[in-house]
């Protein structure tokens, strides 16, 4: 089985492809290369023995997919490609509407052209926007509070009609929690641009010396220390839930992919220096504006109906971040 990987050399796209070519599955990736290096191919390559195909362009640039598609004989798409930095969202929206809803309007399209009617798309819990239901299932309300998670729900309705109009389509729409960690072999991982808006990567700079210390902003909710909770999940168990999704899911799917376990922000610090011998100093910083006290997922029906439960441990995740960071900024 063929499957073309959008956004193939980001940071989620990666791992999924070198869990897909593990698993026996043929790959295809296209990456126009905005947030990722064309080198992250060639790990893939090295960590898998196997290549996947890889074309560098837009997902914008349907001749190019023409070309893909006429020259594999795809079964299934994995849709990665797309921006996904909340601020940046905000300034920009119409770069981020245009890349990321026409993107997917252009990939359904030259899908609909070559009669490929499986596609798995990566959502996000920020289309559950601000929500009390603790933990969160997949029936909690849509409500996303930013442009990027407008996007994601946009994509995600443009799929779900898509699949309305003629039933043999089979969509799977994964709404990820927090993704840390990164592959063991330590060759590929999460390359944030610009200061990082995520807590994992914001400490593996700290602890690559990059930056002097972490602002834990908010020390003053209602959680048992005082700081945000969040569902981590690392990358790999994510990238399997992919390949469950492929192989389990009929028709339209909805799944929250997480661990159904939160962790607050001085546990992740306390779990990280532990798994690393790395200390990081903290500063106690003010609430950022929007962010909830706690969020986290409630996953049963991708562990039943899809048959995947997320795996690896808090330690791995923070020694398998580490690992990939240490040699990306040269301090291995
Ligand atoms: N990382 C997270 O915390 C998170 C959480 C929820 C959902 N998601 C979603 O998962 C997907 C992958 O996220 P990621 O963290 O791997 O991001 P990433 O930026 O590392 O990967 C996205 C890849 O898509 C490429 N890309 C972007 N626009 C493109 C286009 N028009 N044509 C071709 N390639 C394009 C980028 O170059 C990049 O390599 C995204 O859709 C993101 O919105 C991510």
């Known amino acids: 089985m063929k499957v073309l990987v959008?956004?193939?050399?980001?940071?989620?796209?990666?791992?999924?492809a070198a869990e897909l070519l593990m698993s026996g599955y043929e790959v295809v990736i296209?990456?126009?290369l905005s947030n990722s290096e064309a080198s992250v191919a060639e790990r893939i390559a090295r960590i898998t023995g196997k290549n996947p195909a890889f074309y560098i362009g837009d997902v914008l640039d349907e001749a190019l997919l023409d070309r893909i598609f006429s020259e594999h004989k795809i079964d299934a798409v994995i849709h990665f490609a797309a921006l996904k930095s909340v601020p940046a969202s905000m300034s920009n929206p119409l770069l981020y509407y245009h890349n990321n809803v026409s993107g997917t309007l252009s990939l359904c399209r030259a899908m609909h052209?070559?009669?490929?009617?499986?596609?798995?798309?990566s959502s996000s819990a920020t289309v559950y926007g601000i929500s009390d239901d603790k933990p969160i299932g997949e029936d909690a309300p849509l409500s996303p509070k930013n442009v990027y998670g407008n996007t994601?729900?946009?994509?995600?309705?443009?799929?779900?009609d898509l699949y309305r109009s003629d039933p043999e389509w089979n969509v799977t729409l994964l709404r990820y929690f927090n993704p840390i960690g990164a592959h063991e072999s330590g060759l590929i991982g999460e390359v944030p641009a610009g200061v990082p808006g995520n807590l994992m990567p914001?400490?593996?700079?700290?602890?690559?010396?990059?930056?002097?210390?972490?602002?834990?902003?908010?020390t003053d909710y209602d959680t048992p220390d005082g700081t945000g909770v969040r569902d981590y999940i690392h990358v790999v168990d994510l990238a399997r839930g992919h390949?469950?999704?492929?192989?389990?899911?009929?028709?339209?799917?909805?799944?929250?992919?997480?661990?159904?376990?939160g962790y607050s922000v001085r546990e992740i610090v306390r779990a990280f220096e532990e798994?690393?011998?790395?200390?990081?100093?903290?500063?106690?910083?003010?609430r950022r504006p929007g962010d909830l006290a706690c969020y986290?997922?409630?996953?049963?029906?991708a562990n039943t109906v899809l048959g995947w439960r997320a795996e690896k441990t808090l330690h791995e995740m923070c020694a398998d971040s580490w690992r990939f960071a240490k040699s990306y900024y040269g301090k291995a």
């Open 275 to 286: 798994a690393t011998g790395v200390k990081i100093p903290c500063v106690e910083a003010p």
């Open 6 to 16: 959008t956004g193939g050399t980001g940071y989620i796209g990666s791992h999924t």
């Open 30 to 32: 296209v990456d126009n």
């Open 152 to 160: 994601k729900l946009m994509m995600e309705t443009v799929l779900t």
């Open 113 to 121: 052209r070559y009669e490929v009617k499986n596609i798995v798309f």
């Open 243 to 261: 390949i469950k999704a492929l192989e389990n899911s009929r028709g339209l799917g909805i799944y929250n992919l997480g661990t159904g376990r």
């Open 202 to 218: 914001y400490i593996t700079q700290v602890a690559a010396g990059l930056r002097p210390h972490l602002n834990i902003t908010g």
């Open 296 to 301: 986290f997922a409630d996953p049963s029906k």
